[in-house]
């Protein structure tokens, strides 16, 4: 099974060319960007248990990759809504680095420890204003909250590879042209499925 699942994100990527360029393209269709993040890659225990575990070097370059990924293409979020765990603040960290003092953080407990609803909680506090939102979370809540997201028109094959659940420093790009707090279940096209290689 697992060389099927090789061989569907192969096939994935190849046909994507998991082009940035292309996935900017057509982000720039929607009014509303949703970028819905897993932490880089983390140690796998800590001094602090689970909540505490800290980014390894790999996991450090993997942040700045994807955030200088993201600023190349003008996908940069105005807001950002981050769990508490060590992990995913220092992937933050790495990012706002490359994105300046531009995005609004928030930090919230809520998206290391609620589950998927944290996730949805988060699109519902979003103000309109804020057309690109980044929400940095934990597996498996964030591929199971974007399954949740992802409407009937979105490829099947993300879907599949969502199934897989998303790797360290994997975003997945979602587009409406709703404000974020009008997004219902299955709201939202799932445009793309990039992993950290995606930004080497």
Known sequence: ???????LIKDVSSTMGTSLKKVAKKAKDYKYVLLVMRHAKAEPFGDGGDAGRVLTDK???QAKAVAKGLAAHKLVPTRIAC???TRARQTCDRMLKVFGDDPKVDYHQSLYEGGVQAVFDELAQTKEKHRELLVLGH????????QWMASSESDP????????GMSPASIAVFGA????????LH???LIALLTAKDFD
């Open 1 to 7: 099974a697992c060389h099927a699942c090789d061989r």
């Open 59 to 61: 996991g450090r370059k």
């Open 83 to 85: 769990s508490a765990a």
């Open 139 to 146: 597996e498996p809540t964030v591929s199971i909250a974007c």
């Open 157 to 164: 094959t993300l879907l599949d590879m969502l199934n897989l």
């Open 177 to 184: 042209n709703e404000p974020f707090d009008k997004w219902q």
């Open 187 to 189: 709201g939202g096209e």
